[in-house]
């Protein structure tokens, strides 16, 4: 039994407020066992979980994997370049041939939007979604707003920009969901050619000038450009679109408040964001780092039905 709402996380727009709360809850709990000298609980010690990730993956693997170990599950990890997918066998056969293993959770991360709502129509174990295409990334706006509440406090009120490519990113959308959901006002930010032509209906503001954007927001949150997912192309150059969308040190400076800048990494330095802003003390890339790890250990535990002590 799971003490969400749901038995499986595949988004944040199929989870509640109260689920959210439950997890930050939670995820702080975990916070205090992860800076422990002794970082480890036994809480999933009867529980095996399988890793399965179609696309590469680096930060948020090596989170899931650190989260399982902390909470003692046994953990066996499976990625596209190894696996049998290549040689054409079907997905749910991939899962269910890991299943047959006797394993009860299965985190993914699948190139396909909708893959994983497609898996737990038909499989018995808990899924989590680590990603699907552009998407959703529930994970990761969950350890976003839980690292912007440690710095901010509630968000209810707060103005959040989301800067860059929206069109490409499952970071932008599973992050509307969850600061709207605890009542912060979400703007996004880019060239309109990063942008999805009916972004506004989520119930979010549209901008195309960064400066501006940066006197409106309390945070930024500065999107990775994915080159990987544009087949076209969206601007002229990396150089132009720097020049446009990325902030530097001297921006800020010119604020009259001080601002939160987040980035959900990998970053591009010099493209998003320079590296004098990612190292300043006004970003707090590394403790989003460091609060994935509390986050996803909340979510498993309590998908895995775990009490919370
Ligand atoms: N790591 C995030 C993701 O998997 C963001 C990014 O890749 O830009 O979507």
Not at 42 to 71: C, Q, Y
Not at 144 to 172: C, E, P, T, Y
Not at 223 to 246: A, C, N, V
Request: proline share 4%; net charge neutral.
């Amino acid at each position: 039994m799971s003490l969400l709402s749901t038995k499986h996380l595949l988004g944040i727009n199929d989870i509640t407020l109260d689920d959210i709360n439950l997890i930050f809850k939670t995820a702080d709990n975990f916070m205090e066992v992860i800076n422990r000298p002794i970082k480890k609980v036994p809480s999933l010690r009867d529980i095996t979980i399988a890793n399965v990730f179609f696309e590469n993956s680096t930060r948020t693997k090596i989170s899931f994997e650190l989260a399982e170990k902390r909470l003692s599950a046994d953990v066996v990890n499976f990625s596209s370049s190894s696996s049998s997918v290549t040689k054409g066998e079907t997905l749910i056969d991939t899962v269910n041939n890991i299943l047959a293993m006797k394993v009860d959770m299965v985190v993914m991360r699948h190139p396909a939007p909708g893959a994983h709502q497609f898996l737990a129509r038909h499989i018995d174990a808990n899924i989590i979604n680590a990603g699907d295409g552009t998407h959703e990334h529930p994970t990761q706006a969950l350890l976003d707003a839980f690292s912007l509440r440690q710095k901010m406090g509630d968000l209810n009120g707060k103005k959040i920009v989301i800067v860059g490519d929206i069109l490409h990113s499952r970071v932008a959308l599973s992050n509307i969901y969850c600061l709207q959901r605890l009542g912060a006002k979400v703007r996004v930010c880019g060239p309109p050619t990063l942008l999805p032509k009916h972004i506004s209906s989520l119930g979010v503001e549209v901008s195309h000038n960064l400066k501006e954007s940066l006197t409106w927001c309390d945070a930024a949150n500065m999107l990775r450009i994915q080159l990987e997912r544009q087949e076209d192309k969206y601007f002229p150059s990396l150089r132009e679109y720097s020049l446009q969308y990325g902030v530097t040190l001297p921006m800020l400076e010119k604020l009259d408040k001080e601002i939160v800048l987040m980035h959900p990494g990998p970053i591009n330095r010099g493209v998003e964001i320079t590296s004098e802003v990612a190292d300043s003390e006004q970003s707090i890339i590394l403790n989003q780092v460091e609060n994935g790890v509390a986050i996803r250990m909340a979510v498993l535990y309590l998908l895995a039905g775990k009490a919370n002590d």
